[in-house]
């Protein structure tokens, strides 16, 4: 890990809908401007019976580059 690398996650609960949300995300400026996301999502509902539904996944990647004129 560098100072310009970072992580952050999330999880959230809804009672309003019973839904269990999370999203956790990597980020990194690999030259000053250009930077790279790796984020990944999920969502669950609650309420089934026998065990905890998947509602969505996913797994973006993001890459940016600056270019100076």
Do not use: C
């Not at 065990?51 to 580059?65: A, D, Q, S």
């Amino acid at each position: 890990m560098t100072p310009r690398m970072y992580v952050s996650a999330l999880v959230q609960y809804s009672s309003a809908s019973s839904s269990f949300s999370s999203n956790a995300r990597f980020r990194w400026e690999y030259i000053p401007g250009s930077e790279l996301f790796i984020v990944y999502n999920e969502g669950r509902d609650t309420l089934p019976v026998h065990r905890i539904e998947l509602e969505n996944r996913g797994f973006i990647v993001k890459i940016n580059r600056l270019i100076r004129f």
